[in-house]
């Protein structure tokens, strides 16, 4: 554990250090679970928006993109239920006076017990090696069946009592669980209350006649509002989908875990419309395309996991996370939810406008059902960032700290190095640079020695550094260094750009989805 929180650790000061994520407002001391990304962070954040949109918009002709405004006419978050159930149950510790959401304490002490199961796993596999039988040994080695069991009941009970508002049983959980305050050990809690998450703010100049409005607390709204008047402009047919990025805001009980859980954070949502009882086909569909999606990335396979909900949101009929392996364990990346006809229905209930759909093969009216994917984007750039950054050690004996982060979302693709700043040599880089910055991001370097620079790029996840020497001045050659495996070759300064682009292009990375 103590090494899991270094390595955490870890990410939040070579974030800060390599300009990617500052605190909000850090000369004021920051603002609590809000915060800013900076220069190298702004360009990963944006390579990963344009991958999901890419795959989205751009790769599928029956998705369009939408950009809804962030503030919405109040009583769009009366009909989807905001305003009446977008709470958390939280509880608070007496003697810590902390405060924690009581079903993430729940949970949390589930995935402990899930994690003791899969240490007898993993030593059993180690032991048996490739005559171990998973499945078998899963089913059938008392101390793994008694964990997984009792992992169930857990779950299962918080999910019913959560289902049905009782608040009551959750503490019960708590206290037969013996769940203690994580920070102080203590068990004196208070009872568990709702918490409605929305941020409230205000239109209007003057009090008597200002508006209560809310800042949303999801994007997914501003797609359902719209859904006639793209589905009509766009002369769109079902199945099709509506695909939008942007902020949303949640007042989030506890928000410890840096980029994690944000007061305010982006999400990247995917609303597909679709026949009413296809909706389970199109459910099935997108659990596995999203997974791929991720997978394409290569941060290994191991690190993701489905978790279908025991406890449905009250517009769901099924409903399933990605989760991911963070620096804290395996927590939720991406939502896929069946949300049925909820939140048409409920639109046009309280507008009083049709928001349905003539299917021509049909003949017929209907008001569509809906599968949604919804991924953080902040989540997916943590998820990202913590499985690059890697301490290694070299063959020298020497340790290195490399960001790997996949090529085609590295904020820049090469850094030009002239070996010293003399001889015309910095003259020749920036001329390369020159002509590389049409279709890359790319950097110069000429403070240091040589390797210090190429420790720079590496911090950075740079894939590429390019040097340039006294026989680039004869043969118009230089050196181009591999992040990875430090590997130099030898290669014309005419074959750089189809080099980098064979490594970073999104085409490239987008076909192994
Ligand atoms: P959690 O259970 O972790 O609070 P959620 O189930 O409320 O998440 P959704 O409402 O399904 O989340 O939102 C979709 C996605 O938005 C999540 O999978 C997550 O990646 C992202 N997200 C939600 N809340 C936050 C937050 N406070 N900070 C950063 N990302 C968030």
Same mark, same amino acid.
């Given at each position: 554990?103590?090494?899991?929180?270094?390595?955490?650790?870890?990410?939040?000061?070579? *974030?800060?250090?390599?300009?990617? $994520?500052?605190?909000?407002?850090?000369?004021?001391?920051?603002?609590? /679970?809000?915060?800013?990304?900076?220069?190298?962070? !702004?360009?990963?954040? &944006?390579?990963?928006?344009?991958?999901?949109?890419?795959?989205?918009?751009?790769?599928?002709?029956? $998705?369009?993109?939408?950009?809804?405004?962030?503030?919405?006419?109040?009583?769009?978050?009366?009909?989807?239920?905001?305003?009446? /159930?977008?709470?958390?149950?939280?509880?608070?510790?007496?003697?810590?006076?902390?405060?924690?959401?009581?079903?993430?304490? !729940?949970?949390?002490?589930?995935?402990?017990?899930?994690?003791?199961?899969?240490?007898?796993?993993?030593?059993?596999?180690?032991?048996?090696?490739?005559?171990?039988?998973?499945?078998?040994?899963?089913?059938?080695? *008392? #101390?793994?069946?008694?964990?997984?069991?009792?992992?169930?009941?857990?779950?299962? #009970?918080?999910?019913?009592?959560?289902?049905?508002?009782?608040?009551?049983?959750?503490?019960?959980? $708590?206290?037969?669980?013996?769940?203690?305050?994580?920070?102080?050990?203590?068990?004196?809690?208070?009872?568990?209350?709702?918490?409605?998450?929305?941020?409230?703010?205000?239109?209007?100049?003057?009090?008597?006649?200002?508006?209560?409005?809310?800042?949303?607390?999801?994007?997914?709204?501003?797609?359902?509002?719209?859904?006639?008047?793209?589905?009509?402009?766009?002369?769109?047919?079902?199945?099709?989908?509506? %695909?939008?990025?942007?902020?949303?805001?949640?007042?989030?009980?506890?928000?410890?875990?840096?980029?994690? +859980?944000?007061?305010?954070?982006?999400?990247?949502?995917?609303?597909?419309?679709?026949?009413?009882?296809?909706?389970?086909?199109?459910?099935?569909?997108?659990?596995?395309?999203?997974?791929?999606?991720?997978?394409?990335?290569?941060?290994?396979?191991?690190?993701?996991?489905?978790?279908?909900?025991?406890?449905?949101?009250?517009?769901?009929?099924?409903? /399933?996370?990605?989760?991911?392996?963070?620096?804290?364990?395996?927590?939720?990346?991406?939502?896929?939810?069946?949300?049925?006809?909820?939140?048409?229905?409920?639109?046009?209930?309280?507008?009083?406008?049709?928001?349905?759909?003539?299917?021509?093969?049909?003949?017929?009216?209907?008001?569509?059902?809906?599968?949604?994917?919804? !991924?953080?984007?902040?989540?997916?750039?943590?998820? !990202?960032?913590?499985?690059?950054?890697?301490?290694?050690?070299?063959?020298?004996?020497?340790?290195?700290?490399?960001?790997?982060?996949?090529?085609?979302?590295?904020?820049?693709?090469?850094?030009?190095?002239?070996?010293?700043?003399?001889?015309?040599?910095?003259?020749? %880089?920036?001329?390369?640079?020159?002509?590389? &910055?049409?279709?890359?991001?790319? /950097?110069?370097?000429? &403070?240091?020695?040589?390797?210090? +620079?190429?420790?720079?790029?590496?911090?950075?996840?740079?894939?590429?550094? $390019?040097?340039?020497?006294?026989?680039?001045?004869?043969?118009?050659?230089?050196?181009? #260094?591999?992040?990875?495996?430090?590997?130099?070759?030898?290669?014309?300064? %005419?074959?750089?750009?189809?080099?980098?682009?064979?490594?970073?292009?999104?085409?490239?990375?987008?076909?192994?989805?």
């Amino acid at each position: 554990m103590a090494k899991q929180e270094d390595l955490f650790k870890n990410v939040v000061s070579h *974030a800060k250090e390599y300009g990617f $994520i500052f605190p909000s407002s850090e000369v004021y001391d920051g603002l609590s /679970a809000v915060y800013d990304y900076a220069q190298n962070g !702004v360009e990963l954040k &944006k390579n990963i928006r344009e991958y999901w949109w890419k795959s989205m918009v751009q790769m599928n002709d029956n $998705i369009v993109g939408l950009d809804a405004a962030i503030l919405m006419h109040p009583t769009t978050w009366k009909a989807s239920g905001h305003v009446d /159930a977008f709470n958390d149950p939280l509880i608070d510790n007496k003697d810590s006076k902390k405060r924690y959401r009581a079903d993430v304490l !729940v949970e949390d002490f589930a995935e402990k017990i899930h994690q003791k199961a899969q240490k007898e796993i993993d030593k059993a596999k180690a032991r048996f090696g490739d005559a171990f039988n998973e499945q078998e040994f899963i089913t059938t080695n *008392a #101390r793994v069946v008694e964990y997984l069991a009792k992992e169930k009941e857990i779950r299962e #009970r918080l999910g019913r009592s959560l289902g049905a508002g009782d608040l009551e049983d959750v503490k019960a959980l $708590i206290e037969e669980l013996e769940i203690a305050d994580p920070e102080t050990g203590s068990r004196n809690w208070t009872d568990v209350k709702q918490f409605n998450l929305m941020f409230g703010t205000k239109l209007g100049a003057s009090a008597e006649n200002a508006m209560d409005l809310y800042l949303r607390p999801e994007t997914a709204q501003g797609i359902f509002v719209n859904f006639l008047n793209v589905q009509k402009s766009g002369r769109m047919k079902v199945p099709f989908g509506i %695909a939008q990025t942007g902020k949303a805001f949640r007042n989030e009980i506890v928000a410890r875990q840096f980029i994690f +859980r944000m007061r305010e954070f982006e999400q990247m949502e995917m609303q597909f419309f679709v026949r009413p009882g296809e909706e389970m086909q199109w459910y099935e569909h997108w659990k596995t395309t999203r997974l791929n999606w991720h997978l394409s990335l290569g941060l290994g396979k191991e690190n993701y996991r489905f978790h279908d909900h025991e406890k449905l949101a009250h517009y769901a009929n099924a409903a /399933a996370d990605i989760e991911f392996n963070f620096p804290f364990g395996f927590k939720e990346l991406e939502g896929i939810h069946s949300r049925t006809d909820f939140d048409l229905k409920a639109h046009e209930q309280y507008s009083g406008r049709k928001l349905q759909y003539f299917d021509p093969e049909l003949n017929e009216n209907y008001v569509p059902y809906v599968v949604e994917t919804s !991924v953080g984007l902040d989540r997916m750039f943590l998820a !990202v960032f913590a499985t690059s950054l890697q301490e290694e050690t070299l063959e020298d004996g020497s340790t290195r700290t490399v960001l790997k982060l996949p090529a085609v979302l590295a904020p820049t693709k090469a850094t030009v190095l002239p070996l010293v700043k003399k001889d015309g040599l910095p003259e020749v %880089a920036k001329k390369i640079i020159e002509d590389l &910055k049409w279709d890359f991001n790319v /950097a110069y370097d000429e &403070k240091d020695a040589v390797g210090r +620079r190429y420790r720079r790029a590496d911090a950075l996840g740079t894939p590429f550094c $390019i040097t340039v020497d006294h026989q680039t001045l004869e043969d118009q050659t230089v050196t181009i #260094r591999h992040r990875d495996t430090m590997k130099q070759d030898r290669v014309a300064i %005419a074959d750089l750009k189809a080099i980098i682009e064979n490594e970073v292009s999104m085409k490239n990375w987008l076909m192994k989805m």
